[in-house]
C-alpha cells in the first residue's frame, strides 16, 4: 500500500520469477492482466502490450509470499459474473473492470464483487470520461485512466494528447475518494517519447497514490538492481511534496510542452 507521501507502486507481471524478483526489490502489488475479449482488434497497429494471464497464472501470483495479487477481468457481459467469481476464488484482493462505457454496468459489477475485494474501474473511453461526474458519486475503491484505449477512442495521434488538453486532470477532480493513477512509472532519468520525471511529476501534482509499471520499467530494470530503480522512484516521488506552487506550475508547463512537441512530431 501506498506510503505517507509515496506512491504505491503495481507491476503487470504474472511470471513467478519476475514477481519474486519485483518483491525482493520492495514491489508487493501485481495486476495479473486477464483482459482479452476484443482488445487485439482495438489495439490493431498500436504499440501496445497484450498478454492475457491464465487463471492458473492468477492463482500462482496470489500464492506467492508477500504478493497482492489484482486482477483486470474483461469488459461487463454474460460472462462477468462467472470472471469475477473465478478471480477471488483465485486469490485477487482488487478487480478492474476495464472499458466503462455505462454507470449501470459498472452498479451491477459493484454488486456482483459485493465488498469482497476492492473494486477498480478503468476510465479509458469517451464514454467514461463524459460519465465521470456520476461514476464518481459511486463507491469504487481505485480508478486509473487508460491513455492508450482512451486515445483509440478518441482518435487522438497521441496518447498523452488527454494529459496535455486537462481531461486527465478533469477527471481527476470526479473521484475525490477513490485511490487514483494514470501512466506508467519507470527510471525517472528515462523515458520517451516523455520523459518519465515529467510523467512522474504530473502524477504527483494530481494526487496520484498508485501507478502502473509494464513494459519500460521492465525494460529499464534489465540487467540492472530493480531495488535501486524502485528505491530512486519512491524517494524521487517523495521528495516532489516539497516543491513549491511555482515549481509545480513550472514542472506543469514544462509536461505541456514536451507533450506539445511530441503531438507535432505525430503530425509532420
Not at 72 to 101: Q, W
Not at 173 to 180: E, G, L, Q, V
Request: glycine share 8%; aromatic share 6%.
Amino acid at each position: 500500500m501506498r506510503s505517507k507521501g509515496g506512491i504505491e507502486l503495481v507491476y503487470v507481471e504474472h511470471e513467478p520469477a519476475e514477481v519474486r524478483r519485483a518483491i525482493e526489490s520492495g514491489i508487493c502489488t501485481f495486476l495479473v492482466d486477464r483482459e482479452c475479449r476484443g482488445k487485439e482488434r482495438r489495439q490493431s497497429g498500436r504499440d501496445t502490450e497484450i498478454a492475457p494471464a491464465s487463471l492458473d497464472e492468477l492463482r500462482t501470483v496470489a500464492g506467492i509470499p508477500g504478493a497482492r495479487a489484482w486482477c483486470r477481468i474483461n469488459s461487463f457481459g454474460d460472462e462477468t459474473e462467472r470472471e469475477i467469481e473465478s478471480a477471488i476464488d483465485a486469490g485477487a484482493v482488487c478487480i478492474f473492470l476495464p472499458m466503462v462505457t455505462s454507470v449501470a454496468d459498472t452498479e451491477r459489477f459493484l454488486a456482483l464483487l459485493g465488498g469482497r475485494c476492492e473494486a477498480a474501474i478503468l476510465v479509458e473511453t469517451c464514454a467514461a470520461v463524459r460519465l465521470s461526474p456520476e461514476l464518481g458519486r459511486l463507491p469504487l475503491d481505485r480508478v486509473y485512466l487508460g491513455l492508450n484505449d482512451l486515445a483509440i477512442d478518441r482518435g487522438a495521434g497521441s496518447i498523452f494528447d488527454a494529459v496535455g488538453d486537462g481531461t486527465v486532470e478533469r477527471v481527476r477532480r470526479h473521484f475525490p475518494r477513490a485511490a487514483f493513477g494514470f501512466a506508467v512509472l519507470t527510471d525517472t532519468r528515462r523515458g520517451d517519447p516523455i520523459p518519465a520525471h515529467l510523467l512522474t511529476r504530473e502524477i504527483h501534482r494530481l494526487d496520484c497514490s498508485f501507478s502502473f509499471c509494464r513494459r519500460s520499467f521492465r525494460r529499464d530494470t534489465r540487467g540492472r538492481d530493480m531495488a535501486v530503480v524502485v528505491a530512486e522512484i519512491e524517494t524521487f516521488f517523495r521528495a516532489l511534496g516539497r516543491r513549491s506552487a511555482e515549481k509545480c506550475a513550472r514542472d506543469h508547463a514544462d509536461l505541456l510542452a514536451s507533450i506539445e512537441r511530441e503531438s507535432r512530431r505525430l503530425c509532420s
